[in-house]
Structures are given as structure tokens and as C-alpha cells.
């Protein structure tokens, strides 16, 4: 087996993912879709090209609502037609139609879960895509909460994490080295720049709100929206944490019990060889009453908890960093 050092990479001509370049027109795109449909949390596809380590996001357009009632259910056929239709007529409009990723809306930076892991994994191993794909966040709560920022991450999986769930090994792995964050760096085309340009100078007396973005109307509610996150979480894995002491008790339990039974077979064993009679086996498996009970089938969740964690945590520490930083700003216009 190779070893974790080593890039997991089925083609080792392409340059590992370093950064992505998002058109203004994708990023309001995003927006725009993320917004619409609040509070629900909706997904959508991304396009562009990979140049050099480099994700050229172009386009964005959502993924159909699924559709279907509690008779026929949803098979995802709509979706895939719907999809392949997008790529025809995107084609003919002579615009990127070359998938690069997945964007989804968060809530207050929850990102850290199986299905947003069990997705980007297929799309990064996927024989019909690029390994350079990526996940794009947008975040529109915190986006109007805190001090109106602009909330978008990208995020891939690291080659080790990807390694080891090929290889379903199921090992532990420092939650940090999961997900990987990359740098975001929106552009515009020249004339879209020139225009947000002249618009500046045109509506200077509009655009201009010097002391708005010392505002923390709603910082209290930030935080304490993440301190509940973080209480849930916390709570959430301390389950999982019982669920693994009652686990290791159990198999600690019949473990033992394995022993015992070993040694008196390795002794009843040594008097038969004496007396010239064939010996009996050893293979707990097969004669023992008692098996250990099954593992846990992944660790990954548990993993993704304290993945999550952090990131609240993170979240709160930049907010609040920010928010003494404007009280001393403001404490000094007095």
C-alpha cells in the first residue's frame, strides 16, 4: 500500500487545485439563488476550466427542486435531463459547459457533514470529471448578520482523506486535513470594470456610507446564533462519544473472554499432543459463542463534529476580534 506522502492523483500531469477565480456574474448568480429560496439550503452546478492549479469558475446555474409526491417519489431523472439540456443550450450560447464543481447555501458556516463530504468526493473522483473540482459555500445569513460580508469559501477534500476512504481505511485523521479551504478571488471582465468604475464616480454621494460598516446593530445575535451552534454540536458529539465508550466496554468484554478461552485451548492442546490426539483449533471466529460486536462502519462523522467545531469557534473569534476593533475606532470619535 502506498503510503500517505505520496499525491493521489490519476493523472499526474495535472497540477493539484491552488486557487479559484469566480466570475462577478457567477458570484451573483449564487447569491441570487441562495437568496431566493430562504430558508431552505439549495445546491447548484458550476462551470468553467482548470488552467494551471487554477479553477476558472464562468457560470453557475441551480439544480432543479426535486419533484414527485409520497406515491411516485423522486428518482433524480428529472434532475439528470434537466442538466443535460443546460449543457446543450449553454453550448450553443458558446459559454463554458464544462463542469468544475458544486456550489451549496450554509447556514452560519455548517459545512462540515457526510453528505457535503460523500458529494465532493464524488465529484472529485467522478471518470467523467476533472480531480480539480471544487465546493463553493455562500453563507447569506452570515452574510446579513455579520457587518453584510461577503460570505463565500471554496473547499476540496485533501489527497489524503480521498487516499484513505478509496481504500476504505478507517483510521483516524486530524479533521483539519478533511477539508481543505483555497483561496477565492472574484474578477470581472474589463467592461463590467469599467462600469462599476463609473458608477462609483457618478453615485459617489450614494455609494459613499463611511461609517456603516462600523455598525454591530447585529452582533449580539451573531454570536449567540454560533454559541447555539456550538452547544448543539458539542451535544451531538458527546453522544457519539458514549456510543464508542459503550462500544469499547462491550468489546473489551468478550475481547477478554477470547483470551481466556485461547489459553485454555493452548493448554488442553499441549495435554492431547501428549496423549497423542489431534489437536483442536484455535479460530475464535468459528467456535467461540461470543464475537465482538461490529465497529462503527466510518469514524468520518465524529471527525467532521470537531471539523465543524472549529470552524464555529473560528467564526466567533473573528467576530469578535472585528467588533473591538470597531469599538476602539468609534471610542475615538467622541
Not at 457567477?26 to 487554477?54: E, F, M, R, W, Y
Not at 481504500?167 to 483555497?182: G, K
Not at 493452548?266 to 495435554?271: G, S
Amino acid at each position: 500500500m502506498s503510503g500517505f506522502n505520496e499525491v493521489f492523483s490519476a493523472d499526474p500531469t495535472i497540477k493539484p487545485l491552488r486557487e479559484v477565480h469566480i466570475d462577478g456574474l457567477a458570484v451573483l448568480q449564487i447569491i441570487k439563488h441562495c437568496n431566493d429560496n430562504l430558508p431552505t439550503l439549495v445546491s447548484g452546478s458550476l462551470l468553467g476550466v482548470d488552467v494551471n492549479g487554477i479553477l476558472e469558475v464562468t457560470y453557475a446555474y441551480p439544480f432543479p427542486v426535486p419533484k414527485g409526491n409520497e406515491e411516485t417519489g423522486y428518482d433524480g431523472s428529472d434532475g439528470v435531463e434537466y442538466q443535460k439540456e443546460m449543457m446543450i443550450r449553454l453550448r450553443e450560447m458558446n459559454i463554458d459547459d464544462n463542469c468544475v464543481g458544486w456550489y451549496q447555501s450554509t447556514y452560519l458556516g455548517t459545512m462540515c457533514s457526510n453528505d457535503v463530504v460523500g458529494y465532493q468526493y464524488s465529484f472529485q473522483t467522478s471518470e467523467d470529471l476533472s480531480e480539480n473540482t471544487a465546493v463553493i459555500m455562500y453563507d447569506p445569513l452570515q452574510a446579513s448578520t455579520d457587518g453584510n460580508k461577503l460570505a463565500i469559501r471554496a473547499f476540496r477534500l485533501t489527497d489524503k482523506f480521498i487516499q484513505m476512504r478509496s481504500q476504505r481505511i478507517n483510521r483516524f485523521i486530524d479533521p483539519a486535513e478533511i477539508l481543505q479551504e483555497l483561496p477565492v478571488r472574484i474578477k470581472n471582465s474589463g467592461h463590467v470594470s469599467a462600469f462599476t468604475r463609473c458608477l462609483r464616480d457618478s453615485h459617489a454621494n450614494v455609494l459613499t456610507t463611511p461609517f456603516e460598516a462600523l455598525s454591530m446593530s447585529n452582533s449580539s445575535n451573531y454570536v449567540d446564533r454560533n454559541l447555539e451552534l456550538v452547544n448543539s454540536w458539542l451535544e451531538d458529539l458527546t453522544a457519539e462519544n458514549q456510543k464508542f465508550a459503550t462500544y469499547a466496554r462491550t468489546a473489551s468484554k468478550v475481547r477478554s473472554e477470547h483470551i481466556k478461552w485461547v489459553k485454555s485451548r493452548v493448554a488442553e492442546n499441549e495435554q492431547r499432543q501428549q496423549d497423542g490426539e489431534d489437536l483442536l483449533s484455535l479460530d475464535v471466529t468459528r467456535y467461540h459463542d461470543k464475537q465482538l460486536p461490529e465497529s462503527q462502519d466510518s469514524r468520518t462523522e465524529p471527525l467532521l463534529m470537531i471539523a465543524q467545531l472549529d470552524q464555529y469557534t473560528e467564526q466567533i473569534t473573528r467576530h469578535i476580534e472585528t467588533s473591538v476593533q470597531k469599538i476602539a475606532i468609534t471610542s475615538k470619535l467622541n
